[in-house]
């Protein structure tokens, strides 16, 4: 079995205006309006994924001994556990930032999103990568789901643009809000 990439080209359709969506020759600017609202889900859907990934590297750090004692007691583990929840929380509250920002309609909502979009999904991806570390060998079979997780969550720096494209919508959002206004 194959896939097949189909183009389907529409050329001189004929829409009503009773069908059109907002003023003619704005679809370009609403179906970039679309994107905001689908970066900040994908963003959000990193951040439930890393969520799982962090309640499940602390159940596992809690329980797998080591020497005696549960590697969770080790410090470099309980660095690691420390920078994968700070990771998540500053994740999850740009999320909030942009979310917020996108319902109140604020001129800042398609940088809030690019900016929760890019970081989350990293950050996100980073957490799900460190909780697979923490789990050594068994993180990559399939009887844990993390091996799962880690794939999920690295396709979300693809999805809805790519992460450096985030970057540059960005950067052009920083200059057409005047960055230095922003800080």
């Given at each position: 079995?194959?896939?097949?990439?189909?183009?389907?080209?529409p050329?001189?359709?004929?829409?009503?205006?009773?069908?059109?969506l907002?003023?003619?020759?704005s679809?370009?600017?609403?179906a970039?309006?679309?994107?905001?609202?689908?970066?900040?889900?994908?963003?959000?859907?990193?951040?439930?994924?890393?969520?799982y990934?962090?309640?499940?590297?602390?159940?596992?750090?809690?329980?797998?001994q080591?020497?005696?004692?549960?590697?969770?007691?080790?410090?470099?583990?309980?660095?690691?556990?420390?920078?994968?929840?700070?990771?998540l929380?500053?994740?999850r509250?740009?999320?909030?930032?942009?979310?917020?920002?996108?319902d109140?309609?604020?001129?800042?909502?398609?940088?809030?999103?690019?900016?929760?979009k890019?970081?989350?999904?990293?950050?996100?991806?980073?957490?799900?990568?460190d909780?697979?570390?923490?789990?050594?060998?068994?993180?990559?079979?399939?009887?844990?789901?993390?091996?799962?997780?880690?794939?999920?969550?690295?396709?979300?720096?693809?999805?809805?643009?790519?992460?450096e494209?985030?970057?540059?919508?960005?950067?052009?959002q920083?200059q057409?809000?005047d960055?230095?206004?922003?800080?």
């Amino acid at each position: 079995m194959t896939a097949r990439n189909t183009v389907l080209a529409p050329l001189q359709v004929f829409v009503p205006h009773s069908n059109m969506l907002g003023q003619q020759g704005s679809g370009f600017k609403i179906a970039m309006h679309a994107l905001d609202g689908g970066r900040i889900n994908i963003a959000a859907c990193s951040v439930g994924g890393a969520a799982y990934c962090l309640d499940y590297a602390w159940q596992y750090t809690s329980e797998r001994q080591q020497f005696g004692q549960p590697i969770g007691s080790f410090q470099a583990t309980q660095f690691k556990l420390a920078d994968m929840a700070t990771s998540l929380e500053a994740s999850r509250a740009m999320v909030r930032s942009a979310a917020v920002a996108l319902d109140g309609k604020s001129p800042r909502a398609t940088l809030a999103a690019g900016m929760a979009k890019r970081f989350a999904t990293d950050a996100c991806f980073g957490v799900a990568n460190d909780a697979l570390q923490l789990l050594g060998g068994y993180g990559y079979l399939q009887d844990h789901p993390i091996e799962r997780y880690c794939r999920d969550l690295r396709v979300h720096s693809i999805l809805e643009g790519t992460n450096e494209i985030m970057r540059v919508i960005i950067h052009r959002q920083l200059q057409r809000l005047d960055y230095h206004y922003l800080v």
